[in-house]
């Protein structure tokens, strides 16, 4: 395919780019800071995914999936550019298997096609999960990658072995592609919820009267999705870029949430009790097929403060990050908005 980035390497201004995960919580995002640069979006987008979140964006969709190589061939037609935003994002799952070919499969599948259709640029939206967190208690960077066998849980495994797969690509076959980890988004739109959604939910619920001593970092989801736009002409091919915002005890979170509603700080857990809680909460899970809130995957992550820092992607991408208090805001009204809050 001959297009006119090929002379400069990168996705110009105003070309079409076929973005995945967009009827998503960051993909939805994505989409919006797309459109607001003059790009047009082409979305591959299952059949019968409700894509209310995107309404009022000028969005082609193309029916499809990633296990459905065909159909991203298809989504790629007069496109110069790809984002690669769709995922298996639980922390729970009754069969880690589908979550691992949408994940990595699907991944290779789509970095296959975009070479076979010529763009010049690919951004594969990874995530934080593929970071050791330091064991001095400093902020993770870029250079901090884990190996799968480190990975606590089967999304960060499927996301790690995922990196490698278009790290592999960069390097052996040519593949133009950025990687950009997102840490923690949250704002509006998170309509399953995510899992970080899911605690804002039920702590503006007043579910969250305590918590596990732990950290992450959060960042808004429109300035993660800014960051993933602009890793289009900015980033660095096969380098990771962290898309970040402020490294936050969970404690100070859940204690902001519960001021906003005039209640008590929650207290803080030792993790010790809670796992044969964690054990009994999956159990309950593999009956009903509902999420659990505890997990023992969650616990094992709680046992580090997932902290990072953003500095490469504001100094290669300029990425800015609000004050994740104002994200958190966003996310209530929205959560509101959607009558999953009381007014």
Not at 49 to 61: E, H, I, S, Y
Not at 306 to 320: C, D, I, N, Q, T
Request: proline share 8%; with cysteine; hydrophobic share 45%.
């Amino acid at each position: 395919m001959t297009n006119a980035a090929e002379s400069t390497g990168f996705a110009p201004e105003g070309c079409r780019v076929m973005l995945t995960g967009a009827t998503g919580f960051l993909g939805s995002a994505i989409a919006r800071a797309l459109v607001a640069r003059g790009h047009a979006v082409s979305a591959l987008v299952r059949q019968g995914t409700p894509r209310d979140v995107l309404a009022g964006v000028p969005v082609d969709f193309v029916p499809g999936d990633l296990t459905d190589p065909a159909s991203i061939a298809r989504a790629m037609e007069g496109c110069a550019a790809a984002i690669h935003c769709a995922a298996d994002y639980r922390i729970w799952v009754p069969d880690p298997a589908r979550m691992f070919a949408v994940n990595v499969e699907g991944t290779r599948a789509l970095m296959r096609a975009a070479q076979a259709a010529g763009l010049v640029r690919v951004v594969h939206v990874s995530s934080v999960a593929t970071l050791k967190p330091r064991a001095d208690g400093q902020p993770a960077t870029e250079a901090d990658a884990a190996a799968p066998a480190e990975a606590i849980g089967p999304y960060k495994r499927s996301k790690t072995e995922a990196e490698r797969v278009v790290e592999a690509m960069v390097r052996d076959q040519g593949l133009p592609a950025v990687i950009v980890n997102p840490s923690t988004p949250i704002g509006p739109r998170d309509r399953r919820p995510t899992p970080t959604g899911r605690v804002i939910l039920e702590a503006a619920r007043g579910k969250m009267p305590a918590y596990v001593d732990t950290g992450l970092n959060l960042v808004h989801v429109d300035d993660c999705a800014a960051g993933c736009v602009a890793a289009l002409a900015a980033g660095a091919v096969g380098e990771r870029h962290i898309l970040g915002g402020q490294d936050v005890p969970l404690g100070a979170l859940l204690t902001h949430i519960a001021s906003l509603y005039g209640r008590g700080a929650p207290v803080r857990l030792p993790r010790a009790p809670l796992w044969p809680l964690a054990l009994g909460a999956e159990a309950v899970a593999r009956v009903t097929g509902r999420e659990p809130m505890l997990t023992l995957d969650g616990l094992r992550m709680a046992g580090h403060r997932m902290y990072f820092s953003a500095e490469k992607a504001e100094h290669v991408l300029g990425h800015r990050a609000r004050p994740w208090q104002e994200a958190v805001g966003d996310a209530i009204a929205w959560f509101r908005a959607q009558g999953m809050l009381p007014a």
